[in-house]
């Protein structure tokens, strides 16, 4: 199993930039793709990035051009780097761990709120 910690949420207005950190209890050079999902209050969780082991971005359609995931080895970590942040772009984000098969991690989640 793995453990992920998020970190990095909070209060922006619109327009405005976060960087979201995930760390890993492991190396993350076991574990094959990452990922950024979120939940809007009443709504399921989404797919909003994610990072194949090799670097390989994919972005949901409404945050290409504004996200960017990266992940760092060495460190354990995977970022999400928002920026041009929009009210609808409001949830908790929680970040994955695909470890093969039906399994999966998922950290804690962190709070986005995008509002003047």
């Known amino acids: 199993q793995v453990q992920l910690v998020e970190s990095g949420g909070g209060l922006v207005q619109p327009g405005g930039s976060l960087r979201l950190s995930c760390v890993a209890s492991r190396s993350l050079s076991t574990i094959s793709t990452m990922g950024w999902y979120r939940q809007a209050p009443g709504e399921q969780r989404k797919w909003v990035a994610i990072?194949?082991?090799?670097?390989?971005?994919t972005y949901e359609s409404s945050v290409k051009g504004r996200f960017a995931i990266s992940r760092d080895n060495a460190k354990n970590t995977v970022y999400l780097e928002m920026n041009s942040l929009r009210p609808e772009d409001t949830a908790v984000y929680y970040c994955?761990?695909?470890?093969?098969?039906?399994?999966?991690?998922w950290g804690q989640g962190t709070q986005v709120t995008v509002s003047a």
């Open positions: 994955n761990a695909d470890l093969g098969g039906p399994n999966n991690a």
């Open positions: 990072i194949s082991s090799n670097g390989t971005p």
